[in-house]
């Protein structure tokens, strides 16, 4: 095999995001950007808010000399300051910026954390339904993601978990709100999942860490704080990233935490930013790090993004869909009119409306749809969702 | 273990380059910043040049809508068509878009490669001395490193390559300028490199790739053209950075490229690219690529670069140092006059100018010294350098 082994693998059958956005363009060019309805998209459209122009445009304007080098491989001092205050506000817990290392968003920032915890052959528990790309971003250094079923209402089944955990098992991945479908975990579950880790760690006598995947954390409607499993668990290493709250995914920046008292918390900090460094990241690109530092707040959009998630909720459950009402995030699972998902998105995509099947996330039955897209966008796909429910009916 | 055996490895004996800059601070608080002639950076000191920094306020202050989204996993296509169209001119190879991948580096380049390429157990051939990083980049993924020693006038070792090549080999790297020597390889070398590589290939039944890390090739010094591989062996991966040339290793911008006659080309590239986005690179930074669009040339530093190399080589050999003479880059390696270059490199230090000892590049007997500083820090360490070869006399 000229390729790795596992890479021949993932090249010969495309990802559905790539599949979908290849099918975006073409139905674009066919019949107009405007004409679709591209609800599959996990790449916020809307502009940076002004605040970020404005510290963007006065950082580049001042020409402070120094600023495009390397730094230290955990990030500007500065900026890991500025996350320790942030999550001391949040948690209550008494973070210092030997804790936080700056990453290239979430994505880079679960690769570090993966690179850094895992041994070939250990596990890594994730719930479903979840993000895809935790499995990949395991198996780079071999380690095995190991999937527990949804249960009826997507929140976390502890005893299915309970029995999932062997002596093989390095961590659990929590995602809350969760991609798809938008839910927080209760503080009773994230309670829940520290005893169960507690006492099956004490059992093998191995230190069981809890991944957090707090990419949508400060993007939750209605008032609602979201409980934070750093508050549940001390072995938990947190993660988010900018580039929701701020619309500016390409630009990758986010970091990862480790709990002030995670045990051996000095050795995981040490192997997440030797991670950073080796996996070749070497340093969260730095002209980010120096606007991002002068943002005291980063929620800038939560209004909107309520806004359009009641607007796309509210029309859907009209007309008469099952839709998993989200709490956070940007992301909506719908329960599909047909058994088979794929063949509903199908038919959406007959009324020009793109969607992903619940399949890619572990979640057959059901189909995601995005609201990080333009008033009109949601506006536009109404008249398609009306018209795909009535034909299958 | 809590964390990842590899890795425990690495934090507990941390690599010189930290241990130095840690040293460094301290001499710096201690005597003041002006006072210490830190030769050991790899970080260049020179502020990005004019046109970088015109590109990029204009760019900012444009606000075209949609520039800091994710783009394709490979990064724009206008900016692959760029760097094809410039290696078409340098190689007169037929490249188009779809050889090239934009990265985070060549950092981010070389894990990209070493995981679309490595199964475990697979070994990667590199001729001392050579970039320290490699090790640990490639063991990421299961590889195995495996050393050629250093011949008496540092050129790659063909005979001993020969040997070294197994059933097991995936590829071999080489560096041209190389860092730590600056020396370039003759095209004589390159292409006894592709002959042993081509023959052993069909001993072996196996396709034996090349990795050739051009990041310094396009600052040659005296007129002189670097020879690529890519002009001597088809299955090449190449890779370079605009980190040096444009002063802005912190923004982590660069690219790797599969030569358009690769066998199982498409293969090759779709791994890289898959590699770029489950490494959680996902794509190279969204705005730097949008400013480096608009250089049409990112050599600006090269008569800097070539007046401080003369400078440097001219002042140590005319005290007696025994220097090779670099023919590109920014690093310089010299001969130590103690055949301990640990103890040398300490002798520096006491005359507050630091140095990274050879055996860190698997060049015991020499140590390297960078000439990516200002011109005062060159000239105020003379006079140290003077010192410390009289002091071991």
Known sequence: MPIADKIQKG????????????????????????KIFDLSVSNPVLEPPPEFVKELQTFVDARQ??????????????????VAEQLKRETG??????????????????????????????????????YPEYAPYVENY????????????FAPDLKAMETAVTPKTKAVIINSPNNPTGLICSQETLKGISDVLTRKGAEYQTTIYAISDDTYCRL????????????????????????????????RIGYAVVHPDCQDGKDVFGALVYANRTLGFVNCPALM????????????YLKDYQRKRNYLFGKLVGMGYKVVKPAGGFFM?????????????????????????????????YFRISFCVEDKTLEGAMNGFQKALASVK
């Open 333 to 365: 699972l719908v329960k599909s009119p047909l058994k088979d998902d794929a063949a509903f998105v199908s038919e959406l995509k007959k009324h020009l409306i793109l969607a992903v099947p619940g399949g890619e996330f572990q979640a057959p039955g």
């Open 93 to 130: 817990l008494n973070f210092s910026k030997d804790e936080v290392i700056m990453t290239c968003g979430s994505s880079g920032a679960l690769n570090v954390v993966f690179r850094g915890l895992f041994n070939p052959g250990e596990e890594l528990i994730s719930f479903a339904p979840f």
């Open 220 to 251: 939750v409607f209605d008032g609602v704080k979201c409980p934070r499993l750093l508050n549940y668990y001390a072995n938990t290493i947190a993660l988010t990233s900018y580039s929701g709250e701020l619309s500016i995914s390409g630009e």
């Open 65 to 82: 000399s120094g600023t495009h080098r390397y730094m230290e491989n955990a990030g500007y001092s500065a900026n890991r300051v500025m």
């Open 142 to 153: 071999g380690g095995i993601c190991k999937i527990i079923p949804a249960g009826p209402d």
């Open 11 to 34: 090249i010969t059958s495309p990802t559905y995001a790539s599949r979908l956005a290849a099918e975006s363009l073409t139905l674009q060019n066919q019949y107009g950007p405007e």
């Open 289 to 300: 790090q120096n606007v991002i530092r002068r943002l005291p707040d980063t929620s800038m």
